[in-house]
Every structure is written in C-alpha cells, then in structure tokens.
C-alpha cells in the first residue's frame, strides 16, 4: 500500500460542541467572503468548515476607503463590518451554500446584547447554518464604546444571550486585545459557550510618512497574518489549558506545519484567514499536509495529537 | 466566470523602458479566459514579506496559452517582479473582474496614460479582431517622456489605429496632458475607453460628460484578495454608497462611481 | 550649497524630560548589549541615546536554551533578563559608557517595588547615567507573578518608588500585554514618570511540529522585530494622544520611515531594537534617513514634525 | 578584536554535493581579520522575512580578500543562500567569537562531521601554513557519503595531511562513525579539534577525557545577533552557569562546557 493511501486511512474528524466537521480546518469570517467568491479556485467540499463574513442585524456599508494596507508579514484591515444584515445574508448568500456540502459557521456581530439575541435567533433554524461563532470584539454603544470582548461581565452576557437564542452550537471568537485572555474565555465558558475561537485580530496603526496620514481612513484597523501567529499560539495554548470547552485556533495560519502548532497547544481545529488571500490553495494543502503529518508521526487520528504538546 | 490559480513559467522579461517591464507568462487556462479589462493577482516572491499579491491588468493575450503584463517597478513587490528571470514559476490568479463593455460598435476612442496603457492594448487587439474598422477609431497615449511611450505606441499603430501621443516632456506628441486632446475627436467617437492616472481619468470623466460621451474607466485601489472576499477595495460609488473594484470593475461606466475629490 | 549640508543644518535635537538627545534614535534595551559589542560596527557617539539591558539588583543566570527564536518577520526570545546585577554593571559596564559621548539609559527591573526602589537608588549619581527606564514587564512575586506592567496601581507604585529614589529622569517602559494602555500610562504619568517608552515585547510562542516541543525552554517569549510594529504604533498614537509627558516609540523600527511614522503618531524619540540584529547599521542609517525626510518635508527641525499625523 | 559589516559581491557560488553550496565571497577587511573557527553572520535576502542573519564558520580565506563558506541548505535562510549567482551582493559581519586555540606544537587530530568540516579547512591550511609537520597530523572526517565527503577530503589531502574518512553509508572510507577511527591515533597526538553534530562531539569529547587527551570544540545555537548583545546563544557551562557561544566560543576547551543530555 503506497504512502498515499495509507495517508487517506488517516482519521482527521472532530467535534466543535455538537457539530461533526470531517477536517479541522475552516475558513476564517471575513477572509474568504459568502465561500461563493472562492468556488472557483478551492474545492468547497473537501473543506472542514466555512465561517462566512460577519453578519450584523441589518445591512451595513462598511468604512471609507482606504480600508487595507499591508504591514510586515501582516496586514491591516478596517473594513468596518460592512456585510449585507441577516435577511440579505440568508435571502442571497445562504442559497448557496446550502448546496455546498460543507458545515457553514456564522459570523454574527452587535452593536448590543439585544441585538447579537435577535440575530442569533433569526438564524436558528436556518437550512445549513451549522453553528454560530459570535465576533465579541464589536464596540458596545451602551456601554461607550467599550468592545464587548475586553470586559468579561460583558462577554458573558452576551455569550448567555445568544445560547437562549439558539439551539446551534456557539463558539464565542476572542478578542486578543486584552491583558489576561484565559479571564475572558472562562468568563463565556461559564456563560453557556460551546466553543471559544481564537484570535482576531490585533488592534494595529500605519502610517504614511509622505503625506503624513494614516494609511487606513479609520485610522486604526486590525492586524493579521503570520505577523501575529506567535500571539495566537500563546493565547490558544493559555485557554485550552484553562477551559474545558473545544477551542479554535486563528492567527497567521498558512502551512500544515502551523496547523499542527495550534493543534499541539490544544486546538480542536483551525481557522484560516488572511492566507486565503496570499493564497487559496491554503486551506486545501494544509489539509493534505495535515494527514502527511500524521502519517509521518505514526497516528491515526488527528484528535491523537491535540494537546499533545511536550513541555516536560 | 471561470478563474484559476496557475502556477506560471515566465517565458520573457523585458525592460522596455526605464523602470517599466513586460513579463511573459505561459498561464494557458487564465490566458483563454481572459477578457480585455480583466487583472490577475500575482504573488510576489515565496516568504510572507511583502505578504500580499499585486494586482494587474492584462497586458496583451496571445492564443498559444501565454500573456503578458505591463508594470511600473515603484516598489517591494514590483521590484522583486522586475529580477525575475526567464523559467522562474511565479503564482498567479485570474482573470478577475469585470473588464471593458465590447458592445459598441461606433467609432471609439481608447485613453491611456502611464502604466494605464496596459489593458488597453488587449483591448485595442480585441476590437480589432472583431468587425469593425479600427481606422475609424482613435487611440490617445500619454506618458512621461518618449522612451516609456514609444514603445507602446507602437503596438496600437500595428494594429492599424489612429495613434495621438502626449508626454509630460515634450518628448513626443504634444506636450502636455492627454485629455487637452480629447475635445478634438469628440465628433467622431461615441465612447471613451480610459485608464490611467486618478486625476487624469477624473479629467477624462468630466470632459467625456460635458461633450455627452460615454465614458468606461478602469479604477486601481488598493486590494488585499481580489475576488471579492476581503471587502478592501471600495470605492465611493454614485450616491454614497460604496463599490467593490475587484468584483464590480476594474472597469465601470463613469457614472456608476463618485469622482468627488 | 548641496543637498547634503542643507542635511546637515537640520536640528535632530530632543528632550526627554531633562534629557537631552543630539537626535532622537536611541537603541532598545537587551538589544544592544552594555554599548561595547557594538563598537566596532557602529559609531557610538552618533547615538541619540544606548539604552542598556535590564539591570537587576543582584546578577540573574537567564533562562535556560534555546531562549531565541525566528517568526515571520519577528523572533520571540525568552532571555529570563540574564544580567550581571547593578554592582556588576557599575564595575564592569559603566566604565566603557562612560568613554562613549552618548547620553546612557539604564533600564531596570525587579521583583518587588523595594528591589526597584534599591537599584534606582544604587544608580542615582552613577557618573555618566543619564536616565533610567523601568522595565515594568516583570512578575511581581509578592503579587503571584502578575506583571507590575498589567495593573495601574502595581505600575504607579513602582513608578512612585523609583521616583523617590533618584533625581535622574524616570521613563516608564510599557507593556504592551494589556486591555488599556492608556489607563497605564495615566497611571504612571500621575505616579511621577518623567516619560514612558513603548512597546515591551508581546508575548507570544512557537512550537516545532516535529519535536512536539516548544521553541523555547520557557515556553512563552517576547515578540519583537517588525510584525509588531503596527501594533507599537497603534499604542504610541494612542498614549501620545492621552499624556502630557514625552513619549519614546518602541517596535520592529528599522527604517527612517519607520521612525518618522512613530513620530508623526506623537513620539518624541524612538528606540531601535531587534533591528540592531540583523542590520547593526540601523539607528545610523535612520538617524542620517531622518534628516533627508525633513529637508524633503521642508522642516527645520524633527521636533516640528513630533505629532503632527494628519488624521482631520 | 576588529569586526566588520561588508556588503560583500558573491565571486562564485558552486554545488559541491547534493544540497552542499560553496559560496565565496569578496570580503577584505573580514578575510583580513579571521581567525580559524571563527564565523560570520550573514543577511539572507533583503526583506524581513527570513529576518535574522545566519551563521557561518568560515571554511576557506584568501589572501585576495576572500572568503568561502561551506553551507548544507536546510532551511528558509540556507535555502537563498543557495539561489545567489555571481555579482550578487550580500551583507556580512564577521569575524566573529573565539577560534581553535593554535598553541599546540605537538601532533594533533581534526575530526569533523558532515558541515562541521567547514572550519576545519580553515584552520588545517593555517596549521599547514605554520612550522608544524603536518603530515604527524591526523584529518578525520564523517559525512553522510561519498559525494559529499570526497570533495572535501581533497582539501586536507592536498595540504598533507593524513585523511582517513567515515560514510554513514560505507561508500567512502570506514562505514560508520567518526569516533570509531579515534582510538587508533590517540598515541600519536595531543589535541583534538573537533567539529560536527552534537552527539558525535558529545562522543569525541567523551573518547578524548578517557585517553586523556586534550579537545577543542566548535559548538553550534540558534544566534540572533553574533555579538554578544541577544544573549540568546546560551549553552549550558561547566558548573550550571551558561556561557555565551558566540562570544566565548563558538570554539571551547571541551572542559568548558556541560555535556549533560
Ligand atoms: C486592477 C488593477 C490593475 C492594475 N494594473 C497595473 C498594470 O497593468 N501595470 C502597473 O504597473 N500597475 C498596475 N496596477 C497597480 C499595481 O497593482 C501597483 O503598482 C503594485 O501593486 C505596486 O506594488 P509594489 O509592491 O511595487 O508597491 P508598494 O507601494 O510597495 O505596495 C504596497 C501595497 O500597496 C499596493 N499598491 C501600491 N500601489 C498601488 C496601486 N497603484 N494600485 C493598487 N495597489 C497598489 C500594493 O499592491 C501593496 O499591497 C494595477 C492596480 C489595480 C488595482
Ligand atoms: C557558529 C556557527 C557556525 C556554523 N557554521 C556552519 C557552516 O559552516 N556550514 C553550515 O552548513 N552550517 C553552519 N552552521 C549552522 C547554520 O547556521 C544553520 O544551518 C543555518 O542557520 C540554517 O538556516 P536556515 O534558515 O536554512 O534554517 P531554518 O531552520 O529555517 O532556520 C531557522 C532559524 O534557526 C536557526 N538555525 C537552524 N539550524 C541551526 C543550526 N544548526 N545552528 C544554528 N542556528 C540554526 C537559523 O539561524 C534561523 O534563525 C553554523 C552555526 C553556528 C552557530
Ligand atoms: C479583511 C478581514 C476581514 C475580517 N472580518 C472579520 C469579521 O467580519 N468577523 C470576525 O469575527 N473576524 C473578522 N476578521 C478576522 C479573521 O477572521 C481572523 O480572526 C484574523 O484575521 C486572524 O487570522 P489570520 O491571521 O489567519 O487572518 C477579518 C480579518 C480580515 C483580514
Ligand atoms: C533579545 C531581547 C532582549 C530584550 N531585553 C530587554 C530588557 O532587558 N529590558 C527591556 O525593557 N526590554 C527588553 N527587550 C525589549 C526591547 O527593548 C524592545 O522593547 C522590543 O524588542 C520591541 O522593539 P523591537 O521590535 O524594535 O525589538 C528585549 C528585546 C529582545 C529582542
Ligand atoms: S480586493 Fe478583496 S474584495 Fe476586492
Ligand atoms: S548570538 Fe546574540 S549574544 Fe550570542
């Protein structure tokens, strides 16, 4: 039996709550659009998830340009949460995923605990709609601006308001920008969540130095990329060894080699963002290097190896 | 639309004039499926630095599977591109969005300027393949001296239209700006055709109202994936809203986007 | 008169606090050594200002290897602050800054507010010490370990000891692992800093797939170099905006561009780090770079262009 | 000691065996300066990715003010190492640390193992250069096989010494490892130098204290400055104290530092 084959014996099923996903590696919100934009160059269905674009209650047009530039290994993004609102997403974007036969995650975003409560209940229910995962580092206008993922009283309550809401798994996505992240998780562990993933991204800054203006017309934006893969492991690896809920790993994933890390530091399964755009071949050959991995280290299932990391 | 990943040889790289280059690449499934108008994302280098791929136009499109790219070297990725060598693999992406509307038959005019002159030379190749009489259309040329226009004049010349040149030196045609040479044709063309410089197709758009022309433009901005899926290309649409240039364009008719400064 | 004397008319002086700087480009502690192990690649008198590496009360081994190691466009290092002690440093280090006409920063660090109380006292009066900046990024072991950097009134107390302990100016050094960096800053602003630096490193990890094992014995590390840069100019941009005492940018620094852009955010001097590791020439180049920009910019001297982001 | 960062024009850059480059370097303050077992850090490419220099021991030094390294490509940084063509500039520091102490008169051993072999070259040509009778002397060297051991065998052949050789996969010399040869010379010499893999120095420093023989090895860490200013070379020292490679070494009196798993 050729190396191939032995590869494809490889068992990479896990479980995120009560959603079953045949591979652990699924796109990242906001990085690889209503998954449609990408029909063309990925094979959908071989992927182990899609998070779509973060949807908010109605539609919103998002910040003026510019909106991305690039840094270091990373880039910054202040696209401004522009997405079409929960009825166009599930009137023009969810028809077709429906026939993609692939777990979908949505995204959902807030401006206040009310309305992350209506959101996730218009979409319980929903035809193909897998889990939620519940972008908590939206500003809180109640509470002045305040990103619900930075004060765990808040994330909690948010993460209880959308687990009344809904009967789908919730995975509650961390914001990095915070002193102690095992704090937060705990905090929306305890609050009903499913599942934690993260990171998004970190709150970043550049500047023209020419014509002296920032180079995003918001000013600040949101750093991704391999830049901030060192900052992610760390807080994956800080959460999973404090929670007992599955968690997610984000941050500058690109290779197999940094999936496994994630998995390693005890991440049930991995989301790729910004490498969808450097490269849409990404998800697809982390998912065979994955299964290369495992054959190389003797294992039969990917679950074999989370957590696994040796620091004896 | 049918888009593809390749992973392309470089048939050829020339300079053909300071700071400029024409990279050749055998891309065949990209190249069959292009249309003028069209971009391809191209990643430069292999590490994560610079991390993102570059957009650009399709130069010129030639039925053996192959296509070529006009850029300008003004910076990290641009410069790597410019020390390929011929054999070197390079990954790009294409063809991507909306390119030029082909459905007028009445004389036209095609306005470039700088590097703006890349998709219009697919184009020009295209029109001209089809029914109509290039001879009766115009194409307008500007540059920043004679060695970066020359050359590329010389493919439109080739094909059989009526070329008018400008350089900001004098070096060749008229000295000055490109849209000073416009109102002079305005009488025989229906359509304008325009990539180049912002202020130059803000120009252009203006002229082209007044004188009740219909105007496509090919916007630049900046772009983090081209295919629609990072939300980072927007510009201001017509009545505040915004478009996405990658998906919706490059190419939009003037008055589906705001020219406010 | 060519464009080169033009240059060298341009006025780079700075000051921090009582500090004078002949320009604004110093070089960030535990990059730099004591100043000696650079002094045959660089011109040490052409410095704004050396910053040293972390002094503690008494001399620490470090943590054991490998304490460094490469990221995308970063390195993570977990040098466990190995030092030979602030009666070390005086003995032994002091002597060869002392030949060099370059203001000299020494940076500190302790367990407790007495230790940093002691070691500013110990310098205050050293000949040739010019400042001293607080490394505020260590544990407090009289408080679990939680950095003294993480919590306000740890900070403001340290800030307040050391304060008393000398007449030297204080610059607080900031750590960049928090929810609220102005909150930090206030805080020890109020406490009687005389400047603050920032950024410290991020914390951050790697591991290698193949081993299973972390990259470095300790774990977790520091993450510096230019995939952070975005970041420190995002917190610079923000403290600058909050405080009224000058404010050192710190982060991935290696070009004048770099630097002009930590300037236009409100920094007043710039401290260059992991730069000085893979290019020895960085804070000389930035420094002659500097110039160029503001003749090209037309400006007299760089403290016209301190703060001047056009954000309207 | 002096130490120099030098753009440095590559002169040639040759495959020696699969995955082994010789590349040679014009750097005439660096070659003016070094010592044997001395190293360099070298920038690999121009972006910050890979981001820190690499080291190198400094395999060849000419009197013209060149130098050559001799690398395995390995990694990311090896890897564009490789890919450099003539012309092509590269930055340098160097040199850097403590070489081999060369005060021993009497017969002594080089024992190298795969790129550890890179600073013996150096080192045996100044030895030979010297008023010893190297042909008293004693190369030892281990590699993977024959392709990659016997253009490096050459070296010290063509210096006088006495080559006797190890392949892991007998296609050159003793099959098996380096240490085995060692017991056979330990009458005739008083020194061993030694440089290759961790565990086989490990094993060479063992075999050396039971015959009483002296050994200088030349150690290997990650390094992210080569100065002395990262304090990220740390190895374990003789009593639980670290020691710093790059500045104390990387060449230490096997006594000198910690053997422990
Ligand atoms: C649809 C489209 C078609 C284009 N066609 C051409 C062409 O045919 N020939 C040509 O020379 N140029 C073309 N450009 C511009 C080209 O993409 C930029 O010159 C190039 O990205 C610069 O990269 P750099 O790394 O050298 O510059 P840097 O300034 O170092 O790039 C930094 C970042 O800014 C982006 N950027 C910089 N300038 C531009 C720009 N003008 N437009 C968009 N992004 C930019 C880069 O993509 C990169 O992400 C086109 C742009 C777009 C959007
Ligand atoms: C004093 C000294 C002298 C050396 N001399 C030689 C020589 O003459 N020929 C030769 O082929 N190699 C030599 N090495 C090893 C050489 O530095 C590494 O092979 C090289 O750094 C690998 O870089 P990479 O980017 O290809 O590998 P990667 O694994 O991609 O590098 C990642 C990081 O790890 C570091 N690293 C990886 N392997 C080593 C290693 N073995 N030692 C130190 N750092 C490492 C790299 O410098 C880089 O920072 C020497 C190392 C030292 C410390
Ligand atoms: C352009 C862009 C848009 C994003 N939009 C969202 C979003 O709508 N909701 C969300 O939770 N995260 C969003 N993110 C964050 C990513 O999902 C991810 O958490 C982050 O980019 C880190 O992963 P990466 O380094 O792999 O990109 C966005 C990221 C980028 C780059
Ligand atoms: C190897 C290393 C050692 C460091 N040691 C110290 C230290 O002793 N005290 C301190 O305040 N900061 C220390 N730093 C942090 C730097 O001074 C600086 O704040 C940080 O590296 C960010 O800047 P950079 O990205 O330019 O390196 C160290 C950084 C590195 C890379
Ligand atoms: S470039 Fe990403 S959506 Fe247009
Ligand atoms: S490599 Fe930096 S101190 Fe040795």
Not at chain 1, 206 to 235: E, F, H, Q, W, Y
Not at chain 2, 10 to 33: C, G, N, T
Not at chain 2, 125 to 154: F, N, Q, T
């Amino acid at each position: 039996m050729g190396r191939v084959d032995m590869c494809e014996d490889i068992d990479l099923q896990v479980r995120i709550g009560s959603l079953r996903l045949r591979n652990p590696v699924m796109t990242a919100s906001g990085t690889f659009g209503y998954g449609r934009e990408f029909a063309h160059l990925v094979h959908l269905q071989r992927l182990g998830g899609i998070v779509v674009k973060g949807i908010s209650l109605r539609p919103r047009p998002g910040n003026p340009p510019p909106r991305v530039c690039e840094t270091a290994c990373g880039m910054l993004n202040a696209i401004g949460l522009e997405n079409v609102g929960v009825e166009g997403f599930i009137a023009k974007k969810m028809v077709f995923l429906q026939t993609v036969n692939t777990p979908v995650v949505v995204n959902i975003l807030g401006d206040s605990v009310e309305e992350y409560y209506e959101i996730a209940h218009r979409l319980d229910g929903v035809d193909g709609v897998g889990a939620l995962e519940v972008n908590i580092s939206c500003p809180n206008v109640k509470k002045g601006g305040v990103a619900f993922g930075t004060v765990p009283e808040m994330a909690a309550r948010v993460t209880a308001a959308v687990r009344r809401a809904t009967r789908l798994p919730v995975i509650i996505k961390l914001s990095p920008n915070v002193t102690d992240i095992v704090l937060m998780a705990k905090a929306v562990e305890e609050a009903g969540a499913d599942a934690v993933s993260l990171i998004n991204t970190l709150i970043g800054m550049a500047i023209d130095s020419r014509t002296r203006k920032p180079r995003l017309a918001n000013i600040i934006g949101g750093l991704s990329g391999p830049a901030i893969k060192p900052v992610a492991l760390r807080m994956v690896w800080q959460v999973a060894s404090a929670v007992s809920i599955p968690v997610i790993g984000i941050g500058g994933i690109t290779t197999a080699e940094d999936a496994v890390e994630f998995l390693l530091a005890g991440a049930t399964a991995v989301e790729v963002g910004t490498a969808n755009f450097y490269d849409p071949a990404a998800p697809e050959q982390i998912i065979q290097g994955l299964k290369t991995y495992l054959y190389e280290q003797n294992e039969q299932s990917v679950r074999n190896i989370i957590g696994s990391l040796q620091t004896g | 639309m049918p888009e593809f990943q390749e992973k392309c040889h470089v048939h050829a790289i020339e300079q053909v004039a300071p700071d400029v280059f024409q990279l050749s690449v055998h891309a065949p499934r990209i190249s069959a499926a292009a249309t003028p108008g069209q971009f391809v994302m191209v990643r430069v280098g292999e590490g994560f630095d610079p991390l993102l791929r570059r957009p650009f136009s399709i130069h010129q499109q030639f039925a053996d599977g192959s296509l070529s790219l006009l850029f300008k070297k003004i910076g990290r990725g641009t410069t790597r591109l410019s020390r390929l060598n011929n054999g070197d693999v390079i990954d790009i992406i294409g063809p991507l969005g909306r390119g030029f509307d082909l459905s007028c038959q009445e004389p036209v005019g095609l306005v470039g300027g700088g590097m703006g002159i890349a998709p219009l030379a697919f184009l020009a190749k295209r029109l001209a393949a089809g029914e109509r009489e290039v001879a009766k259309d115009y194409v307008l040329l500007g540059a920043r001296d004679r060695h970066e226009l020359a050359p590329l004049a010389a493919v439109f010349t080739a094909l059989g239209y009526q070329v008018r040149t400008a350089t900001d030196d004098g070096s060749m045609g008229h000295h000055g700006f490109i849209p000073d040479l416009l109102a002079d044709i305005f009488s025989e063309i229906q359509l304008v055709y325009c990539c180049g410089p912002h202020p130059m197709m803000k120009n252009v758009v203006n002229t082209c109202a007044q004188a009740d022309v219909l105007c496509q433009v090919s916007l630049e901005t900046h772009m983090a994936c081209g295919l629609g899926a990072c939300l980072g290309c927007t510009v201001a649409g017509r009545d505040g809203n915004y478009v996405h240039v990658c998906r919706q364009g490059p190419v939009f008719y003037a008055g589906e986007v705001g020219w406010a400064e």
